[in-house]
């Protein structure tokens, strides 16, 4: 379903994979963090400081006393150590708002050009940025690759909307930042934009040409104008994604259990993102707030232009000529709206509605 989104958006010229950023945010699990037990024995979390407490030389620990022990003793909550009993695929890690929660790491690849959503994945919250980039970039070259393949087999003779060079240049935060990552990334012919931490001391280059000439490469383009054009674009458009994926689409905290089954919801909901960029198009809103705000009045025009026997449905011409027309036919249909004007005072030379 996800790929036919993505083919829906590509026919509309709203996928160009060229230009892709990555990042990702963490989706609070359904798992609670005082129903995890340790990988070894299987004892809870109750169970472990009761052994605690009697090995301290409390034969008869109240709930008082483990509570006091348990503040005092420094927490080590490894995921090596420990794992919930109800998802697997969980793992413990700090949020957005700093709480420590049972959770999973979402990662979004999106086309810089257009705010599409090319890729998503789904991996464990304790794995770090510089490990996940690698899957979340392929899993986005693949879907590019598709588009490329299906726009040369429908549409071999038309000027291709999609890049068929595939991806060229992919822009991240500093959290994805590694000599390592940079010089991978080199090996697949894409150019990186990544800021680069800051470091302590001076790098030793002894044995790492390639590398170190990956990292040098990627601070001249970070540093240029191109590069912070990049940069700026990459936070509004990846942020945009997760704020209406997870927060106003309500997906910060899952309600499912395991990758696969999350993945799945997760697809559909960023499908359903993908799918307001046609509606931002043909309509000006892509969302009901923001249809709310536009009063609905280039819809009011097409219902107008309907009923007058003016649109011939099912041509892609007649919504880029209709709905939307001009601007100040939509600017007079949004007086209307507001005024309770009826169509009849829109065109006055042909029967109103």
């Known amino acids: 379903m996800f790929g036919w989104v993505l083919g829906v958006l590509a026919d509309r010229g709203l996928v160009k994979g060229k230009r892709i950023a990555i990042d990702a945010t963490t989706l609070e699990a359904n798992a609670a963090m005082r129903s995890i037990v340790r990988r070894d024995t299987g004892e809870s979390y109750a169970e472990f400081l009761v052994g605690l407490a009697k090995a301290s030389g409390i034969e008869t ?3 008082e006393d483990l509570a006091r022990l348990d503040r005092k003793r420094k927490k080590r909550m490894s995921n090596q150590e420990w794992k919930s009993p109800v998802d697997a695929d969980a793992r413990i890690a700090k949020m957005k708002d700093g709480r420590t929660h049972m959770a999973h790491k979402a990662e979004h690849a999106v086309d810089l050009d ?5 890729a998503v994945t789904l991996q464990g919250a304790d794995l770090g940025d510089t490990v996940t980039l690698d899957t979340t970039l392929s899993e986005a070259g693949m879907a590019v690759a598709e588009l490329v393949k299906r726009e040369a087999e429908q549409r071999p003779e038309d000027t291709p909307k999609v890049n068929v060079e595939g991806i060229e240049e992919v822009v991240a935060d500093k959290g994805y930042h590694s000599g390592a990552v940079l010089e991978r990334v080199k ?6 934009y990544i800021p680069e931490k800051k470091q302590a001391g001076r790098r030793h280059w002894e044995g790492k040409t390639e590398e170190q000439q990956a990292v040098y490469q990627n601070r001249r383009r970070v540093r240029g104008g191109y590069g912070k054009s990049l940069l700026r674009r990459r936070g509004e458009l990846v942020e945009r994604s997760f704020a209406h994926c997870y927060e106003t689409g309500g997906m910060r905290r899952t309600h499912l259990r395991g990758h696969e089954n999350i993945l ?3 697809l559909v909901h960023v499908g359903a993102f993908n799918l307001s960029l046609i509606l931002r198009k043909v309509l000006g809103a892509g969302t009901p707030r923001q249809w709310k705000d536009l009063e609905g009045a280039r819809f009011l025009l097409f219902i107008y232009y309907l009923l007058v026997g003016k649109i011939e449905i099912g041509t892609e011409e007649a919504e880029s000529q209709y709905l939307v027309r001009n601007r100040s036919s939509n600017h007079e249909a949004r007086l209307a709206a507001r005024r309770g004007w009826s169509c009849r005072k829109l065109v006055t030379s042909t029967p109103g509605c």
């Open 114 to 118: 257009t705010g599409a959503v090319v």
């Open 61 to 63: 620990p109240k709930r």
């Open 187 to 192: 090996s697949y012919e894409v150019r990186t």
């Open 264 to 266: 799945k919801r997760q």
